[in-house]
């Protein structure tokens, strides 16, 4: 019995990582005051990218590929490749102030065809289809961190994950720290609450959210090339992000858009995912695939009953910013 | 603090447009260094068009401004910091969810982290240097309008501003507290602060500062001191015409009670108490005032009596027809359908205007249609009765609008009042509740507002004015309930009673408060 749930916390938090990421860079961008409903797209974008990445860059050196530089090629261009779908979010709302929510979702579109579409080119030109070399796909696996692994039952919970793992959380508990106590995040809240008042106290509206937006887009990106390369194991599988992303903006939700409480509602929708593999019950299969959506309408429902002012999302979102409006 | 130059701030010929409307026209206006300016004039006249172009919100189409003697280009607000000038807005610019201390240091440079505790020390010397009593840790949400006040004040100091606008500083408090930041104000005057303060109230015109620039229209119309001044000089170089001032108050006899109101008593949102055992009668034919500071129960009060609201205990009676007799009819629990069905015709003018008064993005027709639409039965709905009647109150109450079919959205707030209040008055309401009808409008369309309240009166309405001002409140009213805390304090003859007791009133129930009734 230890043993099964042993299993099933681990594989929820392999499984919970890729929406960490994706809700962390949703949190960022919408504590600018941006809801940016692409998150979807931006990980396909980074899926993408990140494999063809590590591909190309193996193609390059032939053989004798190193694992670890292939890792930090997918990583950089995926960040990159995620943020630049969300520049283009961001020009439309910031500079040319188009409404959030429909380029958000046209952001999706776009991605989604942009995955697809550039995972299959590159695939058939590679003769089949794209996969990156053992090199690159054992830097993505397990690692076992010496000593602190041996530690019984611990060590197995918590000191054997994938790099992109321990990568997640810290980007979670440093956005927390940022949020909480910098100075720069605290002007990024009162960007996202209420950017008039931001711009009377002298903060740069229109680049607090530029920053925010983009590198909220390339932290979507590695989570999408957290899918391509951990979760299909270094291969590009067609539609393979399909619906991450939107867990993702549902759990921003759930998590009060409170970095260090989306590790925790990571876990639980990551358990979730892959509940069907360690609890059998005797219900059609679907049913498993349905429960994180589920869980999502019922969280909806809960959080919008509950009001409170602090965990809430910041208020400026869905609106753009224009100074002289009057 | 010695300077050698005499002014602090000189602006010339600015101009600025935004579209085809011309917001300031060649305004000249300098401020001396350690005096107090008031800026007068009435909405819409560019007031807070130019001082935010002296604080960087906007940025002028031509003119100069200088700032101690240097010509400046202020094209931020953080340029203007870096001049020294700061300006307290009048819709405060707070973020609600961060404290006192953490919104004073936003945009503040300094070290990578926030240190609080430190911050919070800072701040609370700060306001005690200059009389203000503040938590640095509470946040803005839990603070009351004075306390947000003081932050804004505060976070201007912080940043070591000796030029301070003040935007309708007073419009939000009650008449010690007004006293009270006036106090403050003359604090940082003999410190050596230069102050503009923005106002269309003459009486605080005259009461703190040192002289007076006008503005009409956008328009630049004079300097004087306020030594040289009067109200009557004042408001005839604000209006261009000469005014009266006065309110009339006629006698309505025969006093008929059309609203009795007992023991009501609701709850808030938050479960607080928002009115507690709150009883009165409105009579026909006369104005009843209702003063209190703002968030004391006046908009649960409006709201339960018009059906919109649920009370926990008490009963609202409302006098209606029943088989050709005058009887009282209950009303409380009903909603506002109902309570037409009942045949009672009661008319609410609710504060928030735009919000719930009219449909902002709909022509006046639809919403003059709103009211009565429900009349004819059948699939279509008569938009001729509803246009004839827009076209009417266009002409009678003088509403400039480009026509009928214009959205509500695009008038200006005295257009936008006469419209919600011309609806409500046509049709023929025994009672009429008013909730501060005269906010945000200019002296012109006050008293036209005024006299349409006491037109109403003259044909036997019952009228409650819910109202801030309290020199309108004494002038207009035939009786001042004033409430605090959800609690009626006392309802009072505004012949036989001052101004400071009834701000006392605002603020204390009397102990004796059962029976304190005129």
Redesign the interface.
């Known amino acids: 019995m230890l043993n099964i749930i042993l299993k099933l916390i681990v594989a929820a938090v392999i499984a919970g990582t890729p929406l960490l990421l994706g809700a962390l860079g949703e949190i960022l961008t919408e504590k600018s005051g941006n809801t940016n409903l692409g998150v979807e797209g931006m990980m396909y974008m980074g899926a993408v990218s990140g494999i063809a990445g590590a591909y190309f860059y193996e193609k390059a050196v032939g053989g004798n590929a190193n694992g670890v530089v292939g890792a930090l090629i997918a990583l950089l261009i995926s960040f990159l490749i995620g943020a630049f779908g969300a520049l283009i979010y961001a020009f439309l709302t910031i500079t040319l102030r188009a409404n959030q929510n429909v380029t958000g979702l046209t952001l999706t579109i776009f991605g989604t065809g942009f995955g697809n579409f550039f995972g299959d080119y590159f695939g058939k030109k590679a003769g089949g289809s794209l996969v990156v070399g053992d090199a690159i796909k054992s830097a993505f696996q397990g690692v076992s961190i010496p000593v602190l692994s041996k530690i019984p039952v611990i060590g197995k919970l918590l000191f054997n994950y994938n790099w992109i793992v321990y990568f997640a959380i810290l980007v979670a508990i440093a956005m927390a720290w940022f949020f909480n106590k910098s100075r720069v995040g605290l002007n990024l809240r009162a960007v996202g609450e209420d950017p008039g008042t931001a711009d009377a106290a002298g903060i740069n509206v229109t680049k607090y959210k530029y920053i925010a937006t983009v590198v909220g887009g390339g932290i979507c990106g590695i989570g999408g090339m957290y899918i391509s390369m951990v979760s299909q194991g270094g291969v590009w599988v067609y539609d393979c992000v399909s619906g991450y992303g939107w867990l993702a903006v549902a759990l921003v939700i759930f998590a009060t858009w409170d970095s260090s409480r989306a590790i925790l509602v990571a876990l639980v929708f990551g358990a979730l995912k892959i509940m069907r593999f360690y609890v059998e019950l005797p219900i059609p299969s679907q049913f498993y695939d349905m429960a994180p959506y589920i869980v999502t309408i019922l969280v909806l429902i809960l959080t919008s009953m509950r009001e409170s002012r602090e965990h809430a999302q910041p208020k400026s979102c869905g609106t753009n910013y224009f100074r002289e409006e009057r | 603090m010695e300077r050698k130059e005499k002014n602090a701030v000189e602006m010339q010929g600015i101009t600025k447009t935004?579209g085809k409307v011309i917001a300031n026209k060649d305004v000249n206006l300098e401020l001396r260094n350690g005096e107090i300016l008031a800026l007068l004039g009435e909405n819409g006249s560019g007031k807070t068009t130019i001082m935010n172009m002296l604080?960087g919100?906007?940025y002028p189409d031509s003119g100069s401004i200088r700032v101690q003697g240097k010509e400046v280009s202020i094209r931020?607000?953080?340029d203007a910091?870096d001049h020294g000038i700061g300006?307290i807005?009048q819709h405060f610019?707070?973020?609600?969810?961060?404290s006192a201390a953490?919104?004073i240091?936003?945009?503040?440079k300094?070290?990578?982290?926030?240190d609080r505790k430190e911050l919070n020390r800072q701040v609370k010397e700060l306001g005690e240097k200059y009389g203000f009593d503040i938590d640095p840790a509470k946040?803005v949400?839990n603070m009351s309008v004075s306390e947000k006040q003081t932050v804004e004040i505060l976070?201007v100091l912080f940043r070591g501003a000796d030029i301070l606008i003040l935007d309708e500083p007073t419009a939000v408090l009650t008449p010690q507290e007004v006293d009270k930041l006036f106090a403050v104000l003359r604090n940082m005057k003999a410190d050596g602060k230069s102050i503009i303060i923005i106002t269309h109230k003459l009486h605080e015109v005259l009461a703190i500062s040192d002289r007076v620039s006008i503005l009409r229209k956008g328009e630049y119309i004079g300097t004087i001191n306020t030594k040289e001044a009067d109200q009557q000089k004042l408001t005839e170089m604000m209006v261009g015409h000469v005014v009266s001032l006065k309110i009339d108050r006629p006698m309505v006899e025969d006093k008929k009670e059309r609203l009795k109101v007992i023991d009501l008593t609701c709850v808030s949102e938050d479960g607080v108490k928002a009115l507690e055992r709150v009883s009165f009668s409105a009579y026909g034919g006369e104005i009843l005032g209702v003063a209190g500071i703002a968030g004391s129960g006046q908009k649960e009060l409006c709201e339960v009596i018009a059906g919109l609201y649920p009370a926990i205990g008490g009963s609202v009676l409302c006098s209606g027809t029943k088989e050709g007799h005058e009887v009282m009819e209950r009303i409380i629990g009903l909603k506002p359908d109902e309570i037409v069905k009942k045949g009672i015709s009661m008319a609410f003018v609710p504060e928030d205007r735009l919000g719930m008064g009219l449909v902002a993005s709909m022509d006046m027709v639809d919403n003059v249609m709103l009211r009565s639409y429900k009349n004819k039965k059948g699939l279509f709905v008569d938009r001729k009765a509803p246009q004839e009647l827009s076209e009417k109150l266009i002409e009678d109450l003088e509403i400039v609008t480009p026509g009928v079919n214009t959205p509500v959205r695009r008038l200006s707030g005295g257009n936008v009042q006469k419209v919600l209040l011309g609806r409500e008055i046509a049709c023929n309401p025994s009672v009429l509740l008013v909730a501060y009808p005269v906010r945000g409008l200019d002296i012109n369309s006050s008293y036209k507002i005024y006299d349409l309240l006491n037109e109403q009166k003259k044909k036997g309405v019952a009228v409650i004015f819910i109202g801030e001002d309290l020199d309108v409140l004494l002038e207009i009213s035939d009786r001042i309930m004033v409430m605090c805390g959800g609690r009626v304090s006392g309802i009072v003859d505004p012949e036989k009673v001052t101004k400071e007791e009834i701000g006392l009133m605002m603020i204390q129930v009397k102990k004796d408060d059962e029976e304190a009734s005129v």
Request: a positive charge; glycine letters at 6%; hydrophobic letters at 45%.
């Open positions: 935004f604080s919100i906007y931020s607000p953080k910091f300006m807005h610019k707070l973020v609600d969810v961060l953490e919104n240091v936003l945009g503040r300094g070290a990578v982290t926030v946040k949400y976070k």
